[in-house]
């Protein structure tokens, strides 16, 4: 089946609402990466303490301002660039892509994850995830729809699971409680992240 572009119509609603929805769609860079979905967060704005937008924009969050269906990218733990997928327009809103799996370009995945062992570990956690998929600030901004950065969010009809697994978000101190993260049931690629 050939992959079809995610609409913009898709992005522009309530984080909690896209996140689920997003299970199971792809992430695909125009260089032959691409990953199946498997674990997503939302997070909502000056409603939301662990949001980075909570206080309003900033020169880093900026991108969470604009319109719903574009990539914020942000450096996590000096380390790692994460990708989220901004939702709504002005809100502050956004969905973080916490792991993938690998469906195809797995050997420039390996290579930009300098070959581990297993390929559970290529995208298994927001930061593995934006290593593997090549993703840096350059990215941050990307149009997910129109895919101007090489970059895209995608669908080849898989539908999101009937019953996603639902939880409380990890490695965050405030509002914690909220069951905001979702993920594939059973899936061997999801995160195995450390809680608050």
């Known amino acids: 089946m050939k992959w079809k572009r995610v609409p913009r119509r898709f992005y522009l609603r309530h984080p909690a609402d896209v996140a689920p929805e997003l299970l199971n769609k792809l992430l695909v860079r125009d260089d032959g990466r691409a990953g199946r979905i498997v674990e997503v967060e939302a ?3 000056s409603d939301d303490p662990a949001a980075h937008s909570f206080r309003g924009p ?5 991108t969470m301002f604009g319109e719903g269906g574009h990539m914020y990218v942000y450096f ?3 380390m790692h660039w994460c990708a989220n997928a901004v939702c709504g327009k002005g809100q502050g809103w956004g969905v973080l892509l916490r792991a993938i799996e690998p469906v195809a370009g797995i050997e420039l995945m390996r290579e930009a994850r300098g070959y581990p ?9 927001p930061g593995r995830l934006g290593q593997a998929m090549g993703i840096t600030r350059a ?3 990307a149009d997910l729809v129109e895919g101007d950065c090489g970059i895209r ?6 539908p999101p699971p009937a019953d996603p697994v639902a939880g409380p978000r990890v490695g965050i101190s405030r509002a914690a409680e909220r069951p905001w993260r979702w993920h594939v049931p059973a899936h061997a690629h999801v995160s195995r992240a450390r809680k608050a």
Do not use: H, Q, V, W
């Not at 062992?117 to 956690?125: C, V």
């Not at 969010?153 to 898989?158: E, H, R, T």
């Open 139 to 141: 990215f941050d901004g």
């Open 43 to 45: 997070y909502a704005g």
């Open 117 to 125: 062992a297993r390929e559970r570990d290529l995208g298994s956690g």
């Open 76 to 78: 996590s733990y000096g």
């Open 153 to 158: 969010i995608l669908s080849d009809g898989m």
């Open 58 to 62: 900033t020169a880093r969050n900026a």
